[in-house]
C-alpha cells in the first residue's frame, strides 16, 4: 500500500513540477527581488530521494547574493536574507509581521497532539501557550530538576565504568549515538513524562524503543517528509502519518494517564508536568527580570486576554509535552553526541575543559549544582562553537503574515511567503568567525564575541519565536560532559570519522550513523 501511494505522490509532484513550477520561476522578479533558479544548484530528484538536503542550497546562494534573494521552493515562494540587520528586524523588531512558521512533524490535522506543540501554533493561540510555559524553564524552575538530572548522570557514567572494568583492556569502546541517546532519553522520561524509563541499563526498554520509532529518520520517512514540505494540501487530503502513530499513541496513552493523576493532585513531582499543571492553575510563581537573561528578555510576551488556564487546555500540555520530547531527545541527543565527539578529536580542548570541570565535580556525591555549571567559562565556550557548527536546524523560517517592505534596503516581501534565514551559512561567514571551517572554541571568548553581531549566532533561533526550552537542553548537556569527563578520557577509534563532520538530514543536521569512541577510566578515579 506505502510502496504504491509513493509511487502516486512521486507522480503527483512531477506533474506539479512540470506544470504549476515554471509559473513561480519569475514570482520575485515582480516584487525588485534578485532571483535565482534552485533548481540548477541542487536537484528536484536528488531533494527527493534523500540523496541531497534542501538547504544545501541556501550556501551556495549565500555565497552569490547580496542582502537578500528569491527563490521558488513550490508551492511557496521563499526569499532568503543574508544581512544581519535585516534579520534582526524581521526576528525583533518587526516580528509581527512574521509570527508564524511552517507546520512540521505531520501537523496538517487541527485535531492532532502534534499540531498542538508549541513550533506548530500560530497567531494569538502561540502566543498565549508560549507566554503561558515560558516560566516553566526560568532559572528556578530548571534548578528544581537538577536533582533528576545529576541522578541520571551519576547513573549513566556509573553503568560505563562498569563496562570498561569488565574489559580486559580496562576501557571500553561505545556507540556514541546509542550511548548518549540511553542519558537522554532517562533524563526526559523523569523530568518531563515522570517516569524512571531504565534506558541506561536497558537501551530496548519500551520507553527507549518506541523513542527511536517516533525520531529516527529512515529513508521513506525522508522522501514523505519531502513530498508532505512540497504538496501539504495532498497530504492533508490524504490523510497520510508522517510518524510512526503507533509509537506517538504509546506516548499520547503515558501523557494523558499521567495528566489525569496530576490535575487530580494524587502526585506532586519536581518535574516539567507538574510545571505545567501549575501554570494551568495560577499557582506558578512569577518569573523576576533576575532570572531572565538577555536572550529570554527579547522573547517575553504579554499573556492575551484569555489567560493561562483557557490556553493551557489538556490537549495543549499533552503538545507541550511532545514538543519538549522531541527537543529534549532528538535535538538534545544530537548535539550531546557531537560535543563528546568533538572531544574525542581535540584533546587540547578536552584536556582544558576537563581542568575547569574539576573544579566543581570533586564533590564526595559527585553531585552538580546548577550555580557550577553557571561558572565554567570554556564551557560556555565550546558549547558555543559545536552549536556553532551543528545547530538544531539549518534554516529559520517565518511566515509573512502581512504585505511588508523595508525602505531601508527596498525588500518587498508579500502576504504568504517564507522568509528564509539560511542558519548554518551565517554560522560560516568569514565575516563573523575568522577561519569558520575549523573548530575552535576560542572564537566565542567574550572579547571576541563582544565585536559581533549577536545575530551572527542564533543556534535557538532570536525573539519571541526562539526556543522555549533551549535553557534545559544546555544545562542537560553540560552536566552530562562533566560528568563524563570528571571520570574519562575520551579517544577516538578506528570507526570514528575524522574531521568532525555530520548529515544533513530534512532541515538538520545529525551525527555520522555509528558512531564510535574509546572511554578511558582517569586514574584517579580508579584510586578513590
Excluded at 488556564?309 to 503538545?319: A, F, V
Excluded at 534565514?421 to 569558520?436: G, M
Aim: charged share 25%; hydrophobic share 40%.
Amino acid at each position: 500500500m506505502w510502496l504504491s501511494l509513493t509511487f502516486v505522490l512521486i507522480f503527483a509532484f512531477i506533474l506539479y513540477k512540470l506544470y504549476y513550477a515554471p509559473t513561480n520561476r519569475s514570482y520575485w522578479k515582480k516584487f525588485g527581488v534578485p532571483e535565482v533558479d534552485a533548481t540548477s544548484i541542487v536537484s528536484e530528484l536528488d531533494i527527493l530521494l534523500g540523496r541531497r538536503d534542501i538547504t544545501e542550497r541556501d550556501d551556495f546562494i549565500y555565497e552569490t547574493m547580496d542582502k537578500f534573494c528569491g527563490m521558488a521552493e513550490n508551492p511557496i515562494p521563499v526569499v532568503l536574507i543574508k544581512d544581519l540587520d535585516l534579520v534582526k528586524k524581521i526576528l525583533v523588531k518587526d516580528f509581527d509581521h512574521f509570527i508564524d512558521r511552517r507546520l512540521f512533524f505531520g501537523a496538517a490535522r487541527e485535531d492532532s497532539v502534534l499540531r498542538k506543540m508549541l513550533g506548530n501554533l500560530r497567531g494569538e493561540e502561540w502566543k498565549g501557550v508560549r507566554a503561558s510555559v515560558s516560566p516553566t524553564f526560568s532559572t528556578g524552575k530548571i534548578r528544581r530538576m537538577m536533582e533528576c538530572i545529576n541522578g541520571v548522570g551519576k547513573h549513566w557514567v556509573s553503568t560505563l565504568k562498569c563496562k570498561s572494568n569488565q574489559s580486559p583492556s580496562g576501557s571500553v569502546k561505545i556507540n556514541l549515538n546509542n550511548s548518549v541517546s540511553s542519558y537522554t532519553a532517562d533524563v526526559i522520561a523523569d523530568a518531563i513524562f515522570g517516569l524512571k524509563a531504565g534506558t541506561v541499563e536497558n537501551p530496548d526498554s519500551p520507553f527507549s524503543t518506541m523513542a527511536h520509532r517516533l525520531t529516527n529518520m529512515t529513508p521513506f520517512q525522508i522522501i514523505k517528509f519531502t513530498l508532505s514540505y512540497r504538496l501539504p494540501k495532498l497530504f492533508q487530503f490524504f490523510d497520510i502519518d508522517l510518524l510512526d502513530m503507533e509509537a506517538l499513541r504509546f506516548f499520547e496513552k503515558i501523557l494523558q494517564a499521567n495528566l489525569k493523576d496530576r490535575m487530580n493532585g494524587k502526585e506532586t513531582r519536581n518535574d516539567f508536568l507538574q510545571l505545567l499543571v501549575e501554570a494551568r492553575n495560577g499557582e506558578l510563581k512569577a518569573v523576576g527580570s533576575d532570572e531572565l537573561d538577555e536572550f529570554e528578555k527579547e522573547a517575553q510576551l504579554e499573556i492575551p486576554k484569555l489567560g493561562k488556564r483557557q490556553y493551557l487546555t489538556e490537549k495543549i500540555m499533552s503538545g507541550q509535552m511532545m514538543s519538549f520530547f522531541f527537543a529534549g531527545f532528538r535535538t538534545t541527543s544530537g548535539f550531546l553526541t557531537f560535543c563528546v565527539y568533538a572531544l574525542a578529536l581535540h584533546p587540547d580542548v578536552q584536556e582544558r575543559l576537563r581542568k575547569e570541570v574539576d573544579t566543581i565535580a570533586n564533590k564526595e556525591d559527585g553531585t552538580i549544582d546548577y550555580d557550577d555549571l553557571g561558572q565554567l567559562e570554556y564551557m560556555e565556550m565550546f558549547i558555543c562553537e559545536v552549536l556553532r557548527k551543528f545547530p538544531a536546524t539549518l534554516r529559520l523560517e517565518r511566515i509573512c503574515m502581512a504585505d511588508y517592505h523595508d525602505p531601508e534596503t527596498g525588500l518587498f516581501v508579500p502576504k504568504g511567503a517564507i522568509v528564509g534565514i539560511p542558519l548554518k551559512s551565517i554560522h560560516h561567514d568569514k565575516r563573523y568567525y575568522e577561519n569558520p571551517e575549523r573548530f575552535d572554541p576560542e572564537h566565542f571568548r567574550p572579547e571576541i564575541k563582544a565585536k559581533r553581531s549577536p545575530f551572527a549566532f542564533m543556534p535557538f533561533g532570536k525573539g519571541p519565536r526562539s526556543c522555549v526550552a533551549m535553557r534545559f537542553g544546555i544545562v542537560e548537556s553540560k552536566a552530562a560532559i562533566s560528568h563524563l569527563l570528571h571520570t574519562f578520557l575520551i579517544e577516538p577509534t578506528k570507526k570514528t570519522p575524522i574531521p568532525l563532520t555530520g548529515r544533513r538530514v530534512t532541515f538538520q543536521i545529525t551525527p555520522p550513523a555509528d558512531l564510535e569512541v574509546k572511554l578511558i577510566p582517569r586514574k584517579h578515579i580508579n584510586e578513590q
